[in-house]
């Protein structure tokens, strides 16, 4: 290959014009960099998450689409730190694109006789009604704190009703904590 630094403009001005050859000069350059700092930046515990291949695959389209076009590199060491830099960033975006790891769980079938009880029934049709009738009655009397916790109650995760409330997700985690507590107030009084 031989690319020397002082080469290096003339390669990625060839590039620009379009030129596939050395399109794929560039990728020869630097692609064994690139696949490596994917593999580093996503961890042994995120790669069965993720395919590593479509992660390279998007620092280059970035690259080609949006970096080369604009920014020019004195060397063929500062091209592929550059590149180094995008891969973690693309690692860094994929994660971010995940839901919570709570949802990560695939739910798994079971009967309904196996299926837990939820609201605390514990198999008494009568306590399950009272507490069904506790229910409405919060909802009634506090209809947002009950609309949050209706929320959680249907499996939304704390980040979606963070989403929904258009607030942080730390303040979601406030207010089903003080939602929850109410609750359990109101149930001790009925």
């Known amino acids: 290959m031989g690319t020397e630094d002082n080469e290096i ?4 001005q060839r590039a620009r014009n379009g030129c596939p050859d050395a399109a794929r000069q560039i990728v020869e350059l ?3 960099y690139v696949r490596s700092a994917v593999r580093y930046y996503l961890g042994t515990r995120n790669r069965s998450l993720f395919d ?3 992660l390279y695959q998007d620092v280059w389209t970035i690259f080609f689409k949006g970096v080369l076009p604009t920014t020019s590199f004195d060397s063929v060491q500062h091209l592929r730190c550059y590149l180094q830099g995008m891969a973690r960033k693309a690692v860094d975006h994929a994660r971010r694109r995940l839901p919570p790891s709570d949802t990560h769980t695939v739910p798994q079938e079971q009967s309904l006789e ?3 009880v939820r609201d605390g029934a514990q198999g008494d049709p009568a306590q399950a009604i009272l507490v069904e009738d506790e229910w409405k009655a919060f909802l009634c009397r506090e209809p947002r704190l009950g609309f949050i916790l ?3 109650r249907d499996g939304l995760t704390t980040q979606e009703i963070a989403c ?3 607030a942080s997700v730390r303040t979601t985690q406030r207010l089903i904590g003080g939602a929850r507590w109410m609750f359990d107030r109101f149930h001790r009084r009925t």
Do not use: F, G, H
């Open 9 to 12: 403009e003339a390669l990625l």
């Open 30 to 32: 630097c692609s064994k």
């Open 52 to 54: 590593s291949d479509d």
């Open 114 to 116: 196996e299926a837990p």
């Open 150 to 152: 209706q929320m959680r």
């Open 164 to 166: 929904i409330l258009d």
